[in-house]
């Protein structure tokens, strides 16, 4: 079975974690709304999906919440993937023609110091 890597799980937990706050706001702002209509039948109205969002919303991202923090919490104990002990360092690649003409402008700009240096003296 393929294990999830340190900072996947980390992220993973991180947008759980937001998910759920923005949830939790949710239901607690969208208050339930007030039914003013005419009265139902015996067996009542049902509740229409604005009594339940509000509700729903909280707990569910109560839940999210959770889940992201213990995310977060196993993750810490994980170690992050690398092939070699090496650090990963990334160094710039330079073609064989930049770098000639970097040196070669370098030796103009030294001869052209050294001349100017030469006047002066």
Partial sequence: MLRFEKYAVQTLGFVLIVIGIFLVILGLIGGSYRYSGPPCAYP?????????????????????TLVGIILLIISRGMKPKQKTDAPI??????S?????????????????IVLYLRDKL
Avoid: D, H
Wanted: glycine share 10%; proline share 11%.
């Fill in 44 to 64: 009542g109205c049902p509740p229409p999906w604005y009594w339940w969002l509000p509700g729903a919303s909280f707990f569910s991202g109560i839940g999210l």
């Fill in 89 to 94: 360092t990334q160094t710039p690649q330079m």
């Fill in 96 to 112: 064989e023609s930049r770098i000639t003409s970097s040196q070669s402008r370098k030796r103009k700009l030294r001869k052209e």
